[in-house]
């Protein structure tokens, strides 16, 4: 491990914001989960359409070399809301996309503006939408090095009424959905 990371170790803290000249990177293995907890038990959903795009200022030798010197030009992470599946049940995952509206917003959407690199972490200043609201948060996250790219990972925590959706309560109030939860991400960029 200490071999993938040592190259990101020695990076100078980079800043960047907007451009043009790009070109677009692949993402793969790209996994966004939301947790939460209940009064009767902790929760997690998984989605399973996630698109990522994400494209690079070209000027280094190598991927990391360009993200650390010249920067991404863009990162856009866009989930379907109608394919969050929890561990849970199939009533839970109606509720779900009941209480988020899925039919009038169906997506979730995090737009990347700026982001600041210091060695592995990363801090991505964006706009997030979640039925029907936008508001600009600042995500954090690691990079490591990994299968010729760069993978990052992070988590965000937010209230669910903070966005417009009123935690769920279930069987006649005897179970109550708590409003903080917690989007978990991770995803590899490479060339």
Known sequence: MAALLGPLLSL???SWAGGTDAR??????????IQGTSTLHGWQASARAITVTASIK????GLLDEVSKKG????DLVLGVDSLKSTESKSMDKNMRHDMDSDKFPE?????KSYKLKGLNVTA???LSIHGTTKPVTLTGLLASKAGGLLVTGNYPLLMSAYGIKPPVMMFGT?????PVKI???FLLSE
């Open 24 to 33: 677009t990177l692949k993402a793969s293995n790209v996994s966004v989960k």
């Open 72 to 75: 991404l030009a863009s990162l």
């Open 58 to 61: 070209p000027g280094g030798s």
């Open 175 to 179: 179970v109550k959905v708590a409003d």
């Open 125 to 127: 200043q964006g706009d």
């Open 12 to 14: 100078p803290t980079t």
């Open 108 to 112: 979730i959407r995090f737009s990347m």
């Open 184 to 186: 978990v991400f991770s």
